[in-house]
């Protein structure tokens, strides 16, 4: 038998309270049952996104919802700005690309976070860009970038921000308000402990009026319909049919969420990727973003010689374990270990663990127990 783990940023392992809501029969959306629980759902992806504006809710993966940010809030021939970190940064400008929008990417050296000066630069030389577009947790490279900051730039030069948090919400802490980030989007097999499915957006006041003024096309995904019909009624509700099972499931992965707690699920994060890099450099491994490394995920340099498709294989093959490997550029270079979501220190030990007998067996004779043991450390030191 090989038992099987997801230890990838993404999709995550979801908590067995949260399986067995698929489990009952299906029950219709037009009902006050069904109602009451996207009511609670809504109030806990508030709480979630740290905020009192409000979060629409899609069938769709986080694509789909980077494609509606830039369907509902830009027109075609807009000049926009890309900052990049990475393979997922960069799908903005693909996406705007799509809609005749003149995406221009600045794309920080893989690894590394987006310079927030190069931003505050390239906008007073494009005075005509009037929204931003990045990514809160680059999953590609494992880097965390300081949206704090990007936002307060891009209010300075005018402009709006847009930001992919779909593998950094509930891993790093993040205050869509108190930031005053303008739109926010997540997908829910990251931190939300949920199947893949269904994607999430936050807008303020200053992303509906660039909405409304926005020309391009959309219709499934259209923001006013959205908007409308969660709020024009006493109870929230969509303009078409939702993904049932996975808004009761969403519902019940937010009560465990806010049971916990914000703070402690962002702290819990911190400790495991803490813990995982001590692991990894114990080992005598090089991490590959050191210099602004992600809560939810650890990006590693693999060993000499290997290539790092042959650690991810070693790992599913032999010990039923789904890790990630490297993307883009990246491709055979670096492989990278998940700690998002419903995990704890338990999956760190066993997860470096394995890692000590993965380089084994690809012919990296590392000394048994050594990161186990800086794992061991950490946790003690932070009580997981
Ligand atoms: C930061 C980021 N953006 C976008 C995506 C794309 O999400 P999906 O695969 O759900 O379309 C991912 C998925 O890994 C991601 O991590």
Redo the contacts with the bound molecule.
């Keep these: 038998m090989l038992k099987k783990y997801v230890m990838a940023?993404?999709p995550t392992p979801i908590p067995a309270e949260v399986l067995a809501e698929a489990s009952f029969p299906i029950i219709h959306h037009r009902t006050p049952q069904f109602q009451a629980i996207f009511k609670a759902a809504n109030e806990g992806l508030q709480l979630f996104f740290r905020t009192k504006n409000q979060v629409m809710t899609f069938a769709s993966?986080?694509?789909?919802a980077?494609e509606s940010a830039i369907s509902n809030l830009t027109s075609p021939g807009e000049k926009i700005l890309v900052a990049s970190s990475g393979h997922?940064g960069n799908?903005w400008a693909e996406i705007a690309k799509a809609y005749s929008v003149q995406a221009e990417l600045y794309e920080s050296e893989w690894g590394h976070a987006i310079d927030v000066e190069e931003v505050r630069k390239r906008l007073k030389a494009s005075p005509d860009v009037k929204i931003v577009f990045t990514?809160l947790?680059?999953?590609s490279t494992g880097v965390l970038n300081d949206i704090q900051a990007l936002t307060k730039i891009v209010h300075e030069a005018g402009a709006i921000i847009v930001v992919?948090a779909?593998?950094?919400l509930g891993a790093a802490p993040f205050e869509t308000d108190d930031w005053a980030v303008d739109v926010v989007l997540s997908?829910s097999?990251?931190g939300f402990m949920i199947p893949?499915g269904l994607a999430f957006v936050a807008i303020n006041q200053a992303g509906v009026e660039k909405n409304k003024a926005a020309k391009n096309p959309r219709f499934y995904f259209s923001y006013e319909k959205a908007l409308k019909k969660l709020t024009e009624e006493k109870m929230p509700d969509t303009p078409w049919t939702p993904a049932i099972s996975l808004v009761i499931q969403l519902k019940k992965a937010l009560e465990l969420i806010h049971q916990e707690g914000m703070e402690a699920v962002w702290k819990r994060h911190a400790a495991l990727a803490k813990a995982t890099r001590a692991g990894v450099e114990a080992l005598g491994l090089k991490l590959f973003a050191p210099t602004a490394p992600s809560p939810a995920l650890t990006s590693v340099i693999t060993v000499d010689g290997v290539d790092s498709g042959l650690i991810n294989k070693t790992f599913r093959d032999t010990y039923g374990i789904s890790i990630a490997g490297g993307q883009g550029k990246q491709k055979g270079k670096i492989f990278r270990l998940g700690h998002l979501g419903y995990a704890d220190g338990s999956d760190i030990i066993l997860e470096i663990a394995r890692l000590e007998m993965v380089l084994h067996k690809v012919g990296k004779k590392v000394a048994l127990g050594s990161g186990v043991k800086a794992v061991e450390e950490i946790l003690l030191a932070e009580n997981l």
């Design positions: 940023p993404g993966v986080g694509t789909g980077m997922f799908r990514t947790n680059e999953t992919d779909i593998s950094g997908g097999q990251k893949p």
